[in-house]
T-cell receptor, first 113, second 113 residues
Framework: GAVVSQHPSWVICKSGTSVKIECRSL??????MFWYRQFPKQSLMLMATSNEGSKATYEQGVEKDKFLINHASLTLSTLTVTSAHPEDSSFYICSARRDYGYTFGSGTRLTVV | DQQVKQNSPSLSVQEGRISILNCDYT??????FLWYKKYPAEGPTFLISISSIKDKNEDGRFTVFLNKSAKHLSLHIVPSQPGDSAVYFC????????????FGEGTQLTVNP
């Protein structure tokens, strides 16, 4: 089945630094990828839709300058959390759309200290 | 505005019995619904989906029912197994409008041996 590989699975960084999260579709081409964020015991909230070769579409309230999304190829989308702060600590998950549904990455636990 | 709601944060069921997870939505434009299972620190895993042209879809132990007039869907798991213990998310999308998924808050299912 379709596999979406997300790395790293967890990362701890210092406040003020930037962190890059990668999402790769391993056996299919994903023209569109989605980035979600999940706080403990809460729903998955869509942050942005990443389109290959064009700018990402951000949801209302998501700072595009803080959460940089790049979808340079049909198999790779990256989310960079710039100047991270403790409130950015969360679980970030990517997803790609296929003909029969959506496949999710394994998620990245970001902790900003 | 929470367009997809799962009003029960948790459900506890005895092994072998039926688990019924419920989900309500408010946006009548949603035409595709999905259920995902999620373990802590992992991405969601697709379980089953249903299109709005159907009212039931069955896959092994999992059956999803859709009541469009009530804007309600439910996931039935029978018989329930301890390995089914996880958080279950329902999600909805408008297939004709970019395929974004809107998630409910999730229901923690615990199946007791």
């Amino acid at each position: 089945g379709a596999v979406v590989s997300q790395h790293p699975s967890w990362v701890i960084c210092k406040s003020g630094t930037s962190v890059k999260i990668e999402c790769r579709s391993l056996d299919f081409q994903a023209t569109t990828m989605f980035w979600y964020r999940q706080f403990p015991k809460q729903s998955l909230m869509l942050m942005a839709t990443s389109n290959e070769g064009s700018k990402a579409t951000y949801e209302q309230g998501v700072e595009k300058d803080k959460f940089l999304i790049n979808h340079a190829s049909l198999t790779l989308s990256t989310l960079t959390v710039t100047s991270a702060h403790p409130e950015d600590s969360s679980f970030y998950i990517c997803s790609a759309r296929r003909d029969y549904g959506y496949t999710f990455g394994s998620g990245t636990r970001l902790t900003v200290v | 505005d929470q367009q997809v709601k799962q009003n029960s944060p948790s459900l506890s069921v005895q092994e072998g019995r039926i688990s019924i997870l419920n989900c309500d939505y408010t946006n009548s434009m949603f035409d595709y619904f999905l259920w995902y299972k999620k373990y802590p620190a992992e991405g969601p895993t697709f379980l089953i989906s249903i299109s709005s042209i159907k009212d039931k879809n069955e896959d092994g132990r999992f059956t999803v029912f859709l009541n469009k007039s009530a804007k309600h869907l439910s996931l039935h798991i029978v018989p329930s197994q301890p390995g089914d213990s996880a958080v279950y998310f329902c999600a909805a999308s408008k297939e004709t409008s970019g395929s974004r998924l809107t998630f409910g808050e999730g229901t923690q299912l615990t199946v007791n041996p």
